[in-house]
């Protein structure tokens, strides 16, 4: 196993491409769909349960950490990977997007933000070198930049300023992050819906320097087909040779269409999420368990699924616990929506390493089109 | 494997005895202890983890079932056994006791039980035969009779109505059940805590004839003391080869104290219900994860315990996940608490073959008062 971060492609399909981020703590198969683990743990799963939906890397939110356990407390414990149990990578957010959403009383400077957090009201303030340290301490084997993103729909004003302002950061980013062979800083493009403020957000990145990109600021309350819209150019201004991160997203369609563009992983609370509202994410579109027709259904939520929830119960099983307010159902649901997830990745991988791509995206919306169902 | 229900005593120390009963489904190892599956699932538990810790019954709620999603939609989709994923052995208790503890509007009457359901409102009536008719359809493979059980403490008037009630509803129960080969039907002995109408009870029983006998109407609120003041005596009144089961019991050093007065089988809700709240059962008694003490403890909860919560976990993981209100704190614990109770079972059947139940007895007692835990 590789003592230093790396990525290899193994093959490309029109703007696709399938290859591997290496770790030191493992292989990382792209294009990859990373489980989100706010608070130290995928909810309602057991991480080697995460592992065999086929998930090489967790996501974990810096803002939660720092405010409980403490990113200190953790260290301490030998790190999050030991803590939550979980040996294979794990990319931190930097804690910027999170404040904006869930903190209170949030006060932003040039310096970083202040705020008062959600959990107990106390006061603290993240930095890019206060991020730098916190994701340290966590043991992150992926690092993110500390950035300000703002909601869309913004005016180019306060995109072009809040962009700017995301670009010093990531240089005082990399300056507080180091040299730390083995672990990876990652940047973050702005610029929201305007290409040239992306182009100029990549062009300073690039001048920076990173082990990979992200695509910030989308899925932000855009739509569809206004982050397609980016996507259409923003991943050709960034370096064909690191990995190509789209935050915070998403829809299976989403995915499909992203990879399609050129992205390379992806996070999102969707699958787990949903799978505790009862809802199932399946190939022929979104099941919602809840619904009475599924009372004395004896079939499977999708008979194709080899995960637990298909292969050992079925429709009316899951109706009933989820009705009954059993915490198996958010268990269950859970397992399929990640498993789910993993495959459509796998099916991904594998068609970029084929060629076939785009027949593979065709049958995807066909197959939910036929399947009745609403779209996720 | 057996095709017929059987019970066969393999060594006895005292009045303690272990061996195992036979069923078509499997052999059930006593002195044994049923996790509760109320509402088709042990609550925070995949069924294959309650295997894992050793689990060889179920216990499953026929009040619970009946209401929802009822005993009929689940005959109609192949049993609780397949609806739940568990193809061991389960006991289904009769509907009597958890009426008159849940239910709304309780009428009593000779014939039966009506009341209005907690889940919806709707009337229900419960009598032996509707309870045999929903234990049939619900597959049980141990059928207990309908009884009624007054809390205590209760006046003798009321006690000794209510076992002549339970009596003769006994008689009418084994009546409906029928010849079922390979299933089991169980007599509940009645009698508060007056050993003349334990005594009176038992023989109604045995004249009725059962495949195993309970203990019931214990547990309701007299106190340890009381309840070991009836063990000492009741067991005897029962026939020795048959199984014996004490109905909701109980706290680890219940169950030692009982398996000492010949007790084979328990159910209880304690395991899994205090790992939702928070506390561990352990050999030195209870710990409770909510205590800020925990955060920063690095060691597991108990070090010489084999489950997945003590080998892959500390201690402040557990009380970080508790605090944050994660789902994987009710499955860890839960798991912890199960895993503990069987291996307690396990222990206490080691020590019966062995002849050194007494020495069993003592160690146990003795590591909980050196732990300086609360009791549980």
Not at 130 to 140: F, K, V
Not at 196 to 202: I, K
Not at 219 to 241: I, K, N, R, S, T
Not at 282 to 297: L, P, Q, Y
Request: charged share 25%; glycine share 10%; hydrophobic share 40%.
């Amino acid at each position: 196993m590789t003592r230093r971060f790396g990525f290899s492609i193994h093959a490309t399909d029109g703007r696709a491409r399938t290859g591997a981020i290496e770790t030191p703590r493992g292989e990382i198969r792209t294009p990859a769909f990373m489980p989100v683990g706010t608070a130290a743990t995928v909810k309602a799963m057991l991480p080697e349960s995460v592992r065999a939906t086929g998930a090489d890397i967790l996501l974990g939110n810096t803002y939660h950490l720092m405010l409980r356990p403490t990113a200190e407390r953790i260290a301490r414990l030998g790190g999050l990977h030991r803590f939550m149990n979980w040996d294979r990578p794990i990319l931190t957010d930097s804690g910027g997007f999170q404040v904006m959403s869930l903190a209170e009383l949030r006060k932003l400077t040039e310096e970083g933000v202040t705020f008062r957090s959600h959990v107990d009201g106390a006061r603290h303030s993240l930095t890019p070198e206060r991020s730098m340290e916190i994701q340290r301490l966590l043991g992150s084997d992926i690092v993110m930049c500390f950035d300000e993103c703002p909601a869309l729909p913004a005016d180019r004003a306060r995109i072009e300023q809040s962009m700017r302002l995301s670009m010093r950061w990531a240089a005082r980013s990399r300056e507080a992050f180091g040299d730390r062979p083995g672990h990876a800083l990652f940047g973050i493009m702005q610029g929201g819906l305007e290409r040239d403020l992306r182009e100029e957000s990549a062009e300073s990145l690039k001048a920076i320097g990173f082990d990979g990109y992200a695509v910030g600021g989308l899925a932000v309350g855009e739509g569809q087909e206004a982050m397609f819209g980016v996507l259409d150019y923003a991943p050709g201004f960034l370096p064909q040779d690191k990995p190509r991160y789209l935050m915070g997203v998403g829809k299976p369609d989403d995915i499909v269409g992203a990879v399609q563009r050129g992205i390379d992983m992806f996070d999102c609370v969707l699958p787990s999420r949903s799978g505790r509202t009862g809802q199932a994410l399946t190939r022929m579109g979104a099941v919602n368990i809840k619904n009475a027709r599924h009372a004395d259904d004896p079939r499977p939520l999708d008979p194709e699924c080899s995960c637990p929830a298909c292969t050992r119960y079925s429709r009316a099983y899951l109706h009933h616990v989820f009705k009954a307010g059993e915490i198996i159902s958010s268990m269950l649901l859970t397992w399929h929506n990640l498993h789910y997830y993993q495959e459509l990745m796998q099916g991904l991988r594998d068609a970029i390493a084929a060629g076939r791509l785009a027949d593979f995206a065709a049958s995807f919306h066909a197959r939910r089109a036929e399947g009745d169902l609403p779209p996720v």
